[in-house]
C-alpha cells in the first residue's frame, strides 16, 4: 500500500506560493511545526522554484535562506530544546549529554554537542554526500590502467643468513590487473547497494 502523502506538503508550497519565494524555508517549517529539512526535501522533490515561475529562483535567495538559517533541536527532543542558545557547552544537565561525557574523551564533546542538535534527515544527507564522495574518490585511488596493470608490493624483508649469500631477502606479493578489478567492484557494488538504501530512506523521510 503507497505511503499517504502528508496534507502540510501541499500546505507548506501554499505559503511558499504566497510570499512568492520570498520566505526562509526555516519560516514555513516553524509555522507547519516541522523540520526544516522536511521543507527542503519538499520543496526540491516537489519544484517548487519551477511550479512559482517556470524556472528557478536565483542563487541569491538560496544564499539568503542558507544565511538566516538557525540550527534546530531533534523533533520530540525536550532535552536539547533551546541548546544552542541558552545551555553552554560542558553543561550537564542534559541527561543525555551527561552520560556522553562519561564514555567519549574531553575533546569529542564538542563533536556531540553539535551533532545533539542535528535534525536526522540533515545528519542522513550528509551521510548520502561522504558516501557518493568516497565512491567517486575511489575511482582514482583504484583505478586499474589497463590488462597489463601489475602492482609489486614488498611483504617482508630480512637479512639473509646464509654464509655464502650477501644482503637482504625480501618476499613480493604481485597484484595482477584482474585481481585488482575484481577487488575494486566488490567494494564499489557494497558501497553502491549502502548508497542506494540511504537515498530510499531519505525519500522516504522527506
Same mark, same amino acid.
Given at each position: 500500500? =503507497?505511503?499517504?502523502?502528508? =496534507?502540510?506538503?501541499?500546505?507548506?508550497?501554499?505559503?511558499?506560493?504566497?510570499? +512568492? @519565494?520570498?520566505?526562509?524555508?526555516?519560516?514555513?517549517?516553524?509555522?507547519?511545526?516541522?523540520? =526544516?529539512? &522536511?521543507?527542503?526535501? %519538499?520543496?526540491?522533490?516537489?519544484? %517548487? +522554484?519551477?511550479?512559482?515561475?517556470? &524556472?528557478f529562483q536565483k542563487k541569491s535567495v538560496k *544564499?539568503?535562506?542558507?544565511?538566516?538559517?538557525?540550527? @534546530?533541536?531533534?523533533?520530540?527532543?525536550?532535552? #536539547?530544546? @533551546?541548546?544552542?542558545?541558552?545551555?553552554?557547552?560542558?553543561?550537564? *544537565?542534559?541527561?543525555?549529554? @551527561?552520560?556522553?561525557?562519561?564514555?567519549? =574523551?574531553?575533546?569529542?564533546?564538542?563533536?556531540?554537542? +553539535?551533532?545533539?542538535?542535528k535534525d536526522p534527515l540533515d545528519m542522513l544527507?550528509?551521510?548520502?554526500?561522504?558516501?557518493?564522495?568516497?565512491?567517486?574518490?575511489?575511482?582514482?585511488?583504484?583505478?586499474?590502467?589497463?590488462?597489463? +596493470?601489475?602492482?609489486?608490493?614488498?611483504?617482508?624483508?630480512?637479512?639473509?643468513?646464509?654464509?655464502? #649469500?650477501?644482503?637482504?631477502?625480501?618476499? !613480493?606479493?604481485?597484484?595482477?590487473?584482474?585481481?585488482?578489478?575484481?577487488?575494486?567492484?566488490?567494494?564499489?557494488?557494497?558501497?553502491?547497494?549502502?548508497?542506494?538504501?540511504?537515498?530510499?530512506? !531519505?525519500?522516504?523521510?522527506?
Amino acid at each position: 500500500m =503507497p505511503r499517504q502523502r502528508s =496534507p502540510n506538503r501541499g500546505k507548506a508550497f501554499e505559503i511558499y506560493k504566497e510570499n +512568492d @519565494g520570498n520566505i526562509d524555508l526555516v519560516k514555513i517549517a516553524e509555522i507547519l511545526n516541522l523540520s =526544516p529539512g &522536511t521543507i527542503r526535501g %519538499w520543496k526540491n522533490k516537489d519544484k %517548487w +522554484d519551477t511550479k512559482l515561475n517556470g &524556472t528557478f529562483q536565483k542563487k541569491s535567495v538560496k *544564499n539568503t535562506e542558507r544565511s538566516k538559517r538557525k540550527k @534546530g533541536a531533534q523533533p520530540k527532543n525536550k532535552n #536539547s530544546k @533551546g541548546h544552542v542558545s541558552s545551555v553552554p557547552k560542558g553543561n550537564k *544537565n542534559a541527561e543525555t549529554h @551527561g552520560f556522553f561525557s562519561k564514555i567519549f =574523551p574531553p575533546e569529542a564533546i564538542d563533536i556531540v554537542e +553539535d551533532i545533539m542538535v542535528k535534525d536526522p534527515l540533515d545528519m542522513l544527507w550528509e551521510n548520502i554526500i561522504i558516501q557518493y564522495t568516497a565512491i567517486a574518490r575511489s575511482q582514482r585511488i583504484m583505478n586499474v590502467k589497463n590488462q597489463e +596493470d601489475l602492482t609489486k608490493v614488498l611483504k617482508r624483508e630480512k637479512e639473509s643468513s646464509g654464509e655464502t #649469500s650477501e644482503g637482504w631477502e625480501k618476499e !613480493y606479493e604481485l597484484q595482477f590487473a584482474w585481481d585488482k578489478q575484481a577487488t575494486f567492484s566488490q567494494a564499489q557494488s557494497r558501497a553502491m547497494s549502502e548508497l542506494r538504501s540511504l537515498i530510499k530512506q !531519505y525519500w522516504i523521510m522527506i
